[in-house]
């Protein structure tokens, strides 16, 4: 066998002891020999797994009631109501304009007319932890159909883009897992079935069409560079998921088992005389045997040769909730969220360990929802939406095709996250504020609202309630904050300063 000599920059051999790795986790004797050996690329090393992987994933969110929950957890966190988007207009008229526009069309935009778009951002959420990825499609429409803005959105499963589908066109292209690039490597379409390939219905072959990549959004969390197809967020712990369900219904099937023999009769030897035990023989089991039926109250005498032994099964040992604790930490972290969240056990929990543990989560929850959801999501549809609207007439802007990136900034505003003790994240807040660390319109903006349409809403209380001549305790103009009248606070403030003066001259 030959062997490749490296040498330094004096021509001279390097040692073989020194070009073996001094990491342990590099290390390849018998412990290691055979692991992590693998140097697939991104896409390779997903290949032939990702069709597997994402109907288990599947599998488990069908049956399994901890990845059913882990799910639902994650996107109500990602989601809430919805993450919805705000203008960065300084003309307000246009921007209340397009506000109620987008509210009109956010009702019709669902092309299979399920639910509203924000709706259908939940449903891109769920559609990505549990398959890794999910293909949104524009559907134009005709005008005479009537919608606000001639535009709707169709969610397919990323089952409709063969990953075994790999080739090189006549024109150069090369298609990639389902997906055309062209000579330097930009996505310019998408191979997609045009009924999903797991469905019975094919009424005619389910062959590929070839979409235009502008007309399709490929949404999926890449986790290495390069990486063109993503995998379910479950991978890690589908495995551990599975044998966990297995041993936990296992378990519970031998609990049954055992609850169903309250006891065993048994004949001692040396005596053949037939007796009937201890009552009367109400039925047979499957081996033909008596069964005898037994009574609260009675004190039955066992005839001779008769000995009876009560089931006492064993139980499952006192490590068991600890160990099972363990693994349900172990799967919460796989997936992401907390071992409360997955769970719903709040045993042991103080109102600090749980706030730290959530502070992590919701960092993940808000990196989520600028990187993937709004930046692959929102922000393509808000931008193919308002192009549309535009052309369409259904909104008039003079100057949008010269100044189209003006109209296209937008700030996408999720629901805030709703704390265990909110008077004290009040106070903080207020503390911020006047301290100068924050501006109002960040709080505002965390909370979810937007800063001009507060406003708006509060003056037109203000407004109503002084038409009306009304004075409620939350109107700081009116009251103060002990709940005493301004009018009065004012009052013996004036007063105060006018003896603080008078003592004054009386000094001087």
Known sequence: MAFLK????????????MLTGTFEGAGTGR???????STSGPNASIFGSLSTLRSRSRELTRNNPLASGAIDSFVSNLIGSGISPRWQLDDIELKKQIQELWADSTEEIDAAGLTDFYGLEAMVAHSVIESGEVLVRFRPRLPEYGYAVPLQLQILEADHLDESF????????EVRMGIEFNKIGQKVAYHLFREHPGEFYHIKTNDRVRIPA??????????RPGQIRYRPWLSSVI???????????????RKKSAAMFGGFITELPGDDTEFTPLGKVVKKD???????ALEPGTFPILPPGMDVKFSEPADVGGNYEKWIKQELRSIARGIGITYEQL?????????????????????????????????????????????????????????????????????????????????KDQKAEQMAVRNGFKSRSQVVAELGHDIEMLDAEIAEDNKRTDKLDLVFDSDPRKTAKTGTSQTTSETNLSEDNSDEQNDSLKTD
Not at 214 to 222: A, D, K, T
Request: glycine letters at 8%; a positive charge; hydrophobic letters at 40%.
């Open 214 to 223: 502008s007309e399709i959004l490929h949404i999926g969390r890449p986790l």
């Open 286 to 292: 499957t081996s033909n045997r008596d069964i005898v």
């Open 239 to 253: 495995v551990r998921l599975h044998e966990l369900d297995q041993y936990q219904d296992a378990e519970l099937v």
């Open 166 to 173: 790999n080739t090189v066109l006549s024109n150069g292209n």
């Open 6 to 17: 490296i040498l330094d920059h004096s021509g001279n051999r390097i040692p073989a002891s």
């Open 343 to 423: 769970t719903g056990d709040l045993s042991g929990v103080n109102y600090s360990s749980i706030r730290a543990g959530l502070i992590e989560f919701r960092r993940l929850c808000i990196m989520l929802q600028k990187q993937l959801l709004s930046f692959q999501f929102c922000g393509p549809v808000a931008r193919r939406w308002l192009d549309t609207a535009v052309m369409s007439g259904a909104l008039t802007i003079p100057s949008f095709r010269k100044n189209r990136r003006r109209y296209y900034r937008i700030k996408w505003r999720p629901d805030g996250f709703a704390w265990v003790d909110p008077e």
């Open 31 to 37: 412990r290691l020999n055979t692991w992590g050996m």
